[in-house]
């Protein structure tokens, strides 16, 4: 029997969660699915611009925005893995595989079954990959497939159960994602490394006693008796909080909070329990419950942070959770036009904050301020750091994505420009019954990274207008959505100024 392969969408916390293979659940991604399509008929500049660095993204790199994956071991052709990591991969006793992340691919799971003497026969395949590391990690519980049971609602069939997991990058694909914007990269912490094969094992199906490890092969122990719990201790999330400027420990609050989905969209955080560090730094919760929570450190005088999203099974098991605090500090400045005159009521915020070289530093609550008449604005309680600024106002549109700064206290400004409008008018020969019509506008050219470009549903009165657009040549099209693009039409070039309204009058494919 033919293996199948599949594409599914997911969402980024789900790559993260998976890439923990078996220690969180992922979620459905229908609701995710929904906000997407939402988002994508919203015509802001920033909207568009958001969407658009997906749609550039996938343009140049196949399967953004997908997990590809199969069942069955058939064989896998080498897509560029180092020396020695195909003969690992498909391994006879594989059960499934998949690759992600989303936004570029390129990290491989091998998902199989075996017993100690098969995996000690992988260890020594494993041993000969042409990598600087090879890592083994041991874990607590049982193993269940992200590809065969992506939700975790087979728990109870067995055939969704595997004993370990090889993980391998593509090393392309990984330069890729050292290059992408902190809010979209898969990477997390210290990326500086090349990236290092990994076999994930479980100790309930493996006996650890009986793994025979070739030297050479780092060991990451991640049972809870290697760290001073116990089976009893279910479920133990630790760390150590730091400060990021010395290092040293800080005496701070984690917090946890429960995430709540609400049915007119988007999340309510629910606080449930808090504990303290101790002089080192310490931290740990023990019977963390299977429910969507996220850990938030606090320290006076310290920026506040998101340490991470979780959610476990039900297996008992140990993670590690360490985070640096950067010393909070306000962020001011001005935003002004085109000729250097002060706006108001733009609403300013900063987003992909980062701190050295610790991965982004989300923080609980969105970082935003309004400009007053004087054009001036201040946000509070930032990481010292840096990250990206972007302004909101009607009418007008600010640099490129977002403006780099870093973050000190300091002044800094914000220059936005006039924004021009498209409205775009659709004629049929005859009125349209039930039937969906999209129009597109593209940058002339084609679409980049940091250009605006977009697209949406017209209306009942067969029109949509596009707001806040950059000055610039544009390319409109139309058609039927879905459709054809024998139903498209033809490319019109529209120059559009700034601080105008441009109508156009297109006329539909006749059928």
């Known amino acids: 029997m033919e293996p199948r392969t599949d594409r599914r969408f997911t969402k980024a916390y789900q790559v993260r969660a998976a890439r923990a293979h078996g220690r969180h659940r992922p979620f459905s991604c229908q ?186 092969i780092e060991i990451v122990d991640q049972r809870l008796e290697a760290h001073g719990f116990d089976v009893r201790d279910g479920r133990v999330i630790e760390g150590i909080i730091t400060d990021a400027a010395t290092g040293l420990p800080l005496k701070a609050n984690v917090r946890v909070e429960r995430v709540l989905a609400k049915s007119t969209g988007g999340y309510d955080y629910q606080p449930a329990e808090t504990t303290t560090t101790n002089d080192q730094g310490r931290w740990f919760f023990k019977d963390f419950p299977d429910q969507w929570s996220r850990l938030i450190a606090e320290c006076d005088g310290y920026a506040p942070r998101v340490l991470r999203y979780v959610r476990y099974d039900r297996q008992p098991g140990w993670e590690r959770a360490d985070a640096s605090l950067s ?92 924004a021009s409008s498209l409205l775009v008018h659709v004629e049929f020969a005859k009125p349209r019954v039930d039937k969906r019509y999209i129009v597109q506008v593209i940058p002339e050219g084609g679409e980049k990274v940091g250009s605006w470009g977009g697209s949406s549903h017209i209306d009942e009165h067969d029109s949509v207008r596009f707001a806040n657009v950059p000055p610039g040549r544009y390319i409109v099209r139309s058609r039927p959505n879905p459709g054809s693009k024998r139903e498209q039409t033809k490319d019109i070039l529209v120059e559009l100024e700034g601080g105008k309204e441009t109508i156009l009058e297109i006329k539909a494919v006749s059928e």
């Not at 500090?329 to 733009?346: E, I, K």
């Not at 070289?357 to 007053?372: F, N």
């Open 327 to 418: 010393k909070a500090v306000d962020l001011s400045g001005r935003v002004v036009d085109q000729d250097g005159n002060p706006l108001a009521g733009v609403q300013v915020s900063v987003s992909d904050l980062t701190v050295g070289s610790s991965g982004p530093y989300k923080q609980p609550g969105e970082a935003s301020g309004q400009t007053g008449s004087d054009g001036k604005f201040l946000i509070r309680g930032l990481p010292e750091g840096s990250g990206k600024l972007r302004g909101r106002l009607d009418g007008y549109f600010g640099p490129g994505l977002e403006l780099d700064i870093g973050i000190a206290p300091k002044d800094c400004e914000l220059q936005m420009k006039q």
């Open 31 to 216: 609701a995710h699915l929904r906000k997407l399509k939402t988002a994508s008929r919203k015509t802001t500049l920033v909207g568009r611009l958001a969407v658009l660095v997906l749609l550039s993204l996938a343009a140049t790199t196949p399967c953004f925005g997908m997990i590809t994956g199969g069942k069955g071991n058939k064989p896998i052709n080498d897509p560029g893995w180092p020396s020695g990591a195909a003969k690992v991969f498909n391994w006879p006793t594989r059960v499934a595989w998949w690759e992600g992340p989303p936004f570029g691919g390129g990290q491989w799971h091998a998902e199989c079954k075996g017993n100690a003497a098969v995996l000690n026969e992988v260890l020594e395949a494993f041993q000969k990959i042409d990598t600087p590391k090879k890592r083994l990690i041991v874990r607590d519980g049982i193993g269940y497939s992200f590809w065969l049971d992506p939700n975790g609602q087979k728990r109870a069939d067995r055939t969704t159960k595997i004993d370990w997991v090889f993980t391998v990058w593509q090393p392309d694909r990984w330069q890729f994602q050292k290059g992408l914007p902190p809010n979209l990269t898969a990477l997390r912490g210290d990326s500086s490394e090349a990236p290092v094969p990994e076999i994930h094992i479980y100790a309930a199906t493996i006996h650890w006693s009986e793994v025979r490890v070739p030297p050479g």
